[in-house]
């Protein structure tokens, strides 16, 4: 079978392996149909994650249809479209223990600490498999497991209907947890540098967009909302400037949900966070978002139709890398075919 390798930092190869067997009595064996590229997918690339280990087969925005499953399997049968579930936990950690396995001490992500979805077949426990409309097209599919990330940082954020929701940066992410917002009642206000990606964010719903190169968005935030300030700022930028101004942009008894792995620190001054006593939430990969985000989906209520930018066929998969890298302002989501 084909599969795509990051071998070493910069080195992206596609070879030959053989199609992987199930082992375990909950095992599912699922062929491919789409991967999506993701923006960590092209730090790994770089070397610029810190967990991934190489050579390491990336991918872990992936959808496929079942071929086989372990004795023990009972939710899933062959013929079944679905989407994979990207992480591992421990079940017996701290974290999950509360229920937040995406952050257990013991995580494993596909494409990241093990080996990912860029494959023709890939093996993966039964509980990460989760049933899709057989009528819903693969294209779409493959958009489920972005949409989980921005119904993560809506759920961190304890968005409410009727709440003003500042999302700082009309790209991929923010732009799924803008269409996520909209579906929990918010008012939904999206900035960015570029009109293109404000234009597009106001057609997929947004109520108000901000180039905030060219307006000052603190004023233009007041104004929105009556001086009041955003009830829950998601930073999707995920720059030093911008984690400070979401502290400043948030209402009193407000919400801000930063999705950077930045390490560089910021400069924020306590008081700001005190007298308004502001929640700040980190916001990493989903918690139980994949059933939420597929009721959505079938309920036609979150339609993907027109997301996706491009669609290459595997044996593009170098060029489909460097359309993305080199397209970064207007692509929303590249993916990968193995039909």
């Not at 071998?7 to 992987?20: F, W």
């Not at 968005?159 to 923010?174: E, R």
């Not at 059933?291 to 209520?301: A, C, E, Q, T």
Request: some cysteine.
């Amino acid at each position: 079978m084909k599969v795509g390798v990051v071998e070493t930092p910069g080195v992206l190869k596609l070879v030959e392996r053989e199609i992987p067997k199930i082992k375990n009595a909950n095992d599912v064996l699922v062929k491919v149909k789409r991967v999506g590229i993701c923006g960590s997918d092209i730090h790994i690339f770089h070397g610029k994650n810190p967990f991934a280990v190489y050579p390491r087969v990336w991918g872990h925005e992936f959808v496929g249809e079942v071929v086989e499953t372990g004795t023990a399997v009972k939710s899933v049968k062959k013929g079944d479209h679905v989407v994979v579930e990207p992480i591992i936990s421990c079940g017996e950690c701290y974290a999950c223990r509360q229920g937040r396995g995406n952050v257990c001490l013991n995580l494993k992500v596909f494409g990241v600490h093990i080996d990912g979805g860029c494959a023709e077949y890939v093996v993966v426990p039964e509980a990460n498999a989760h049933i899709l409309p057989a009528d819903l097209p693969w294209d779409e599919a493959a958009l489920i497991e972005p949409f989980t990330i921005g119904a993560q940082a809506c759920y961190r954020g304890n968005v409410q209907k009727g709440d003003y929701v500042l999302v700082m940066g009309a790209g991929t992410i923010g732009l799924t947890v803008a269409a996520m917002a909209k579906l929990y009642g918010a008012i939904v206000i999206v900035s960015d540098l570029i009109d293109d990606k404000l234009a597009y964010a106001k057609s997929r719903g947004a109520d108000y967009t901000i180039n905030s190169g060219k307006e000052n968005i603190f004023d233009r935030v007041n104004e929105i909302t009556g001086g009041m300030g955003a009830n829950v700022t998601v930073d999707a930028v995920c720059v030093k400037k911008t984690f400070e101004d979401a502290i400043l942009l948030t209402s009193v008894a407000g919400r801000v949900v930063e999705l950077s792995f930045s390490e560089t620190p910021s400069e924020i001054a306590p008081v700001n966070i005190i007298k308004k006593e502001i929640s700040v939430h980190g916001s990493r990969l989903q918690t139980k978002r994949f059933p939420v985000v597929i009721d959505f989906v079938k309920s036609g209520k979150l339609p993907l139709g027109g997301f996706v930018s491009k669609v290459y066929p595997i044996s593009q998969m170098a060029e489909a890398f460097d359309y993305t890298e080199k397209n970064n302002a207007s692509v929303r989501k590249v993916l990968i075919s193995f039909d």
